[in-house]
């Protein structure tokens, strides 16, 4: 079976802090795909990034990082420098065989 | 723009009438889904589809029905609306291995 656990629930930081926002999965597959979504108030589902398993390599997208780890089955994601814009839900997913996973979401309020 | 619609986008409904929301994509995407979104359970499975007349269940399946007769369309049907099916519904379609979502429907029973 699979299983996505954001067992942070909500985290509030100010304006210009790093956070890091933990994921942790379950699988017994050696193929997947792991995924993070951003909901911003207005409630549309944003797509992220994905990283399928065989490539460990930690990803930067401007003020933007994810740390994939296989030995601790973990996809972290972090914002360097967080701003206001960054307030929203964000949720970790793993897919396997075009079935998708979601983690319950952390929330994330970044104060000015 | 994943090309994806949903109706209605709110909907209020009395306990024990059928439900019916639509999903339309431009895209001719293979796969489509259905999840509902809840406090503290994040995005959870409904149905699922790989084709047309092909649909299978999700983690939370009982008291919804799906079909799809085209490829643009994914109907989700709740036979008879009860008060735990109020919700956010969203459609989604999956596109290179990324599943890419449609709006939501506001869904309220009372």
């Known amino acids: 079976a699979q299983k996505v656990t954001q067992a942070q629930t909500e985290i509030s930081v100010v304006e210009k802090e790093d956070v890091t926002l933990d994921c942790v999965y379950e699988?017994?597959?050696?193929?997947?795909?792991l995924f993070w979504y951003k909901q911003p108030p207005s409630g549309e589902l944003v797509f992220l990034i994905r990283?399928?398993?065989?490539?460990?390599q930690n990803e930067i997208s401007g003020r933007y990082s994810w740390n994939f780890q296989k030995s601790t089955s973990s996809f972290n994601f972090t914002i360097t420098a967080s701003q206001v814009v960054d307030s929203a839900v964000y949720f970790c997913?793993?897919?396997?065989?075009?079935?998708?996973?979601f983690g319950s979401g952390t929330k994330l309020n970044v104060k000015p | 723009d994943a090309g994806i619609t949903q109706s209605p986008r709110h909907k209020v409904t009395e306990t024990g009438t059928p439900v019916t929301l639509r999903c339309h994509q431009t895209?001719?995407?293979?796969?489509m889904y259905w999840y509902r979104q809840d406090p503290g359970h994040g995005l959870r499975l409904i149905h699922y589809?790989?084709?047309?007349?092909?649909?299978d269940k999700g983690e939370v399946s009982d008291g919804y029905s799906v079909s799809r007769s085209k490829t643009e369309d994914f109907l989700l049907t709740l036979e008879s609306a009860t008060s735990s099916q109020t919700s956010v519904y969203f459609c989604?379609?999956?596109?290179?291995?990324?599943?890419?979502f449609g709006e939501g429907s506001w869904l309220t029973v009372v």
């Open positions: 997913a793993l897919s396997r065989f075009n079935k998708f996973y």
């Open positions: 699988t017994r597959d050696t193929t997947y795909y």
């Open positions: 990283r399928n398993s065989f490539d460990e």
């Open positions: 895209e001719n995407h293979r796969y």
């Open positions: 589809s790989y084709g047309v007349k092909d649909t």
């Open positions: 989604a379609i999956g596109r290179g291995n990324t599943i890419y």
